[in-house]
């Protein structure tokens, strides 16, 4: 099946540095992928939508200057979360589609933990 | 504003029983719904979905019921085993490619 990774799973930083995110489809070629963020006990939010080789589609609410996306290739996207507060702090998961797949096609990496202190 | 929600946090059940998970959605413009199943420490993998245009979907031990007039969904799964502990996230969609996922449901099967 199709696999989606993370990398770092879990990182800590101190309030006002930035931290890069990694988001990578393993096994198939990504012309769409997504970032959520989940705070505890909530529900997964879609925070932006990413094309490869164009600009991400943000929702309503997220700030596309702290959070930067960058969709470079078929098979990386990153989001960078810029002079990070502890507010940020949060469960940051990408999924991402195969350009055959159906419209609701999604397979979801494992998460990164981000605590900001 | 939740659009969709799961009002069970925990559901346990007993090996062998019926599992029935729920899912209420309040925008009557979705018109595919999902389920999935999510490990920890792993991402959710997909599970079963229907399309509004039908009122049931099986596959397997897994069956989902639709009931678009009370905007409702349900998940069940039968016979549960011990390896279907997980937590279940209801998700919809509906007019573009965005998905809308409640909090999710724990269940846990007792062996």
């Known amino acids: 099946g199709a696999v989606v990774s993370q990398h770092p799973s879990w990182v800590i930083c101190k309030s006002g540095t930035s931290v890069k995110i990694e988001c990578r489809s393993l096994d198939f070629q990504a012309t769409t992928m997504f970032w959520y963020r989940q705070f505890p006990k909530q529900s997964l939010m879609l925070m932006a939508t990413?094309?490869?080789?164009?600009?991400?589609?943000?929702e309503q609410g997220v700030e596309k200057d702290k959070f930067l996306i960058n969709h470079a290739s078929l098979t990386l996207s990153t989001l960078t979360v810029t002079s990070a507060h502890p507010e940020d702090s949060s469960f940051y998961i990408c999924?991402?589609?195969?350009?055959?797949?159906?419209?609701?096609?999604?397979?979801f990496g494992p998460g990164t933990r981000l605590t900001v202190t | 504003d939740q659009q969709v929600k799961q009002n069970s946090p925990s559901l346990s059940v007993q090996e062998g029983r019926i599992s029935i998970l729920n899912c209420d959605y309040t925008n009557s413009m979705f018109d595919y719904f999902l389920w999935y199943k999510k490990y920890p420490a792993e991402g959710p993998t997909f599970l079963i979905s229907i399309s509004s245009i039908k009122d049931k979907n099986e596959d397997g031990r897994f069956t989902v019921f639709l009931n678009k007039s009370a905007k409702h969904l349900s998940l069940h799964i039968v016979p549960s085993q011990p390896g279907d502990s997980a937590v279940y996230f209801c998700a919809a969609m509906g007019g573009s490619e965005k998905l809308v996922f409640g909090k999710g449901t724990k269940l846990t099967v007792n062996p």
């Open positions: 999924s991402a589609r195969p350009p055959s797949g159906s419209f609701y096609e999604q397979y």
């Open positions: 990413s094309n490869e080789g164009s600009k991400a589609t943000y």
